[in-house]
């Protein structure tokens, strides 16, 4: 794999922040990019793999390292486990709303709320990604990894990544290292086919944004052209003409807590439970019954709640900026912090930092970040 010219990560980001690494190389096979990825480790030296650079707050200091472009794509049609499925097998490189787009066009059903949502496949199983409900942890099958510790080439199962709310064991969270350091390589989903005729969508979240009844039926491309039109309303599909989306899309995870905890917030804050309450139900053998009832256990019980709310409510409306700053919120969402143009990573960071102090004053909630900080700190 020859090596290429740096180019400056601004240009590779959708948040265009970052100098030009040292070395950088593209991927354009899996050979290529596991040849690439031994030799970085085996020398040691810091490494950086993007995709399409959607997820990645990178600072203003030049990356001391190397930079893989992971440039790989291709699907493969293959049998489901169980009558009424199929399985894709999607190389990391490739385009997630491409992929997307394809199985809603065979009618096969289990991503379609997640169209539009910018970058490769390779990175969806590393944060869960999700929109309305639907993650990927709903049907990932299995991904295909080479990890750091040996540079073996393995396929693992979705039960064994520590899938939750926008997290994984390979995910590299704000102030911490993935507890599997590891590249994906391909990844496996498990759809149904629904074909292209009306179904039932389930899911409360999907359903509330798309203003559907519970008993409506649609087709996955009304489905999809009407996320796409609820995303673009709110600057969340790539646009170069338009700064909403010079971001990387939600800046702030919406955050989950107890459920003690949030009814401390006001009660129109939109908040979603992240499982159903069931009553526990205890039973005792006549034989064994001694007049005593046991109390039940307590059952804890935790709810996400919406951060854009929150921002919003602390104080801090959809455009603002601070005084001088080219860093700004979206002026369609609040949740987005958008460089306005030629905006430095520090006065991004300024005013992602200033969020959080302002919505922790306000509700006591420290809001965390969404994307992978390279070289930068909030």
Request: with cysteine; net charge negative; hydrophobic share 45%.
């Amino acid at each position: 794999m020859p090596e290429i010219e740096p180019v400056a990560l601004a240009r590779l980001t959708t948040l265009r922040t970052g100098a030009a690494p040292t070395r950088m190389f593209d991927a354009d096979t899996v050979d290529e990019l596991i040849a690439e990825l031994r030799a970085v480790w085996a020398a040691g030296e810091p490494w950086l793999v993007i995709g399409g650079g959607s997820n990645l707050f990178v600072g203003d200091e030049p990356f001391e390292g190397t930079v893989v472009r992971v440039r790989t794509s291709g699907i493969e049609q293959l049998p489901g486990s169980r009558p009424g499925t199929v399985r894709l097998r999607v190389q990391a490189g490739h385009d997630w709303d491409d992929l997307v787009a394809y199985a809603v066009s065979r009618g096969f059903a289990g991503i379609e709320a997640m169209s539009g949502i910018p970058g490769t496949v390779g990175a969806a199983p590393v944060q869960n990604v999700g929109a309305y409900g639907q993650e990927i942890v709903q049907t990932l099958a299995e991904v295909e990894l080479i990890d750091e510790a040996t540079g073996d080439v393995s396929v693992v199962t979705a039960a064994d990544l520590g899938l939750g709310f926008r997290t994984s064991v390979l995910k590299h969270h704000y102030g911490s290292v993935p507890d599997r350091p590891a590249v994906v390589l391909s990844v496996t989903l498990e759809l149904t086919d629904v074909g292209s005729g009306e179904f039932a969508v389930a899911g409360e979240q999907l359903r509330a944004a798309l203003g559907l009844g519970p008993e409506a039926s649609v087709s996955l491309e009304w489905v999809r052209d009407h996320v796409l039109a609820t995303r673009g309303r709110k600057g969340m599909v790539l646009d170069a003409d338009d700064p909403d989306t010079w971001s990387a899309g939600s800046f702030f995870q919406n955050a989950i807590v107890s459920e003690s905890f949030a009814r401390t917030l006001p009660p129109e804050c939109p908040r979603w439970p992240l499982a159903p309450y069931l009553d526990p139900i205890t039973v005792i053998p006549l034989t064994a019954f001694d007049g005593f009832v046991p109390r039940p256990a307590a059952v804890v019980s935790e709810v996400k709640v919406s951060a854009a709310w929150l921002i919003e409510h602390a104080g801090l409306g959809k455009g603002f900026s601070l005084p001088r700053s080219r860093a700004g919120l979206s002026t369609k969402h609040t949740l987005a912090v958008t460089n306005r143009g030629g905006a430095s990573a520090g006065e991004i960071a300024e005013l992602a930092r200033f969020t959080q102090q302002r919505v922790q004053a306000e509700f006591g909630l420290l809001l965390q970040p969404e994307p992978v900080l390279v070289g930068v700190e909030l």
